[in-house]
């Protein structure tokens, strides 16, 4: 997740889109208008502000039209970072980005996908392919279930 949202704002900075700009097109789409999260708990969303992806030292040296630096995702991802920080210590921010994923695949009722939480569930499930949900339910499939699926499709098409 965190390599995905520098690389979002590595792409802004290609775009030459200013900081500001980028948050706000990150905020758009992580943090709906009409939020249900926010409307159940009666709270506002989070929002992201510079410092949730730099040092409050280099967002404050930051001008308005300058675009985030360049970042490297390696490092981004072995290491601590803002937005790491963010992610650890903010279970609103996890919460809703949970329910942004889940938004990807359909809204299915919680008690029908087996999830209590989904903000331990789903990171478990999202990290861990084949993490269990549920005690009946495969989350996700592992990476050499998938490879010898498309082996035997492949194997399968080449016989006929």
């Not at 992201?48 to 985030?68: G, L, N, P, R």
């Not at 650890?88 to 939480?117: C, I, K, M, N, T």
């Not at 996700?140 to 499709?153: P, Q």
Request: include cysteine.
């Amino acid at each position: 997740l965190v390599a995905c949202f520098y690389a979002a704002l590595n792409s802004s900075m290609w775009q030459r889109l200013p900081h500001q700009k980028a948050l706000k097109l990150l905020n758009d789409l992580c943090f709906p208008e009409h939020c249900p999260i926010c409307a159940e708990e009666k709270t506002s969303c989070p929002r992201f502000v510079c410092e949730s992806f730099v040092s409050k030292t280099f967002a404050s040296s930051m001008a308005q039209e300058e675009t985030f630096p360049w970042f490297d995702l390696t490092a981004a991802q072995l290491r601590e970072s803002p937005f790491s920080q963010l992610l650890e210590g903010s279970a609103a921010v996890r919460s809703h980005l949970a329910r942004l994923y889940l938004g990807a695949f359909g809204d299915w009722p919680r008690e029908q996908r087996g999830l209590a939480s989904t903000d331990t569930a789903l990171t478990s499930a999202a990290v861990e392919p084949g993490v269990m949900v549920d005690h009946k339910t495969l989350f996700s499939a592992t990476a050499a279930e998938i490879s010898s699926k498309k082996m035997e499709e492949t194997t399968d098409n080449d016989s006929k």
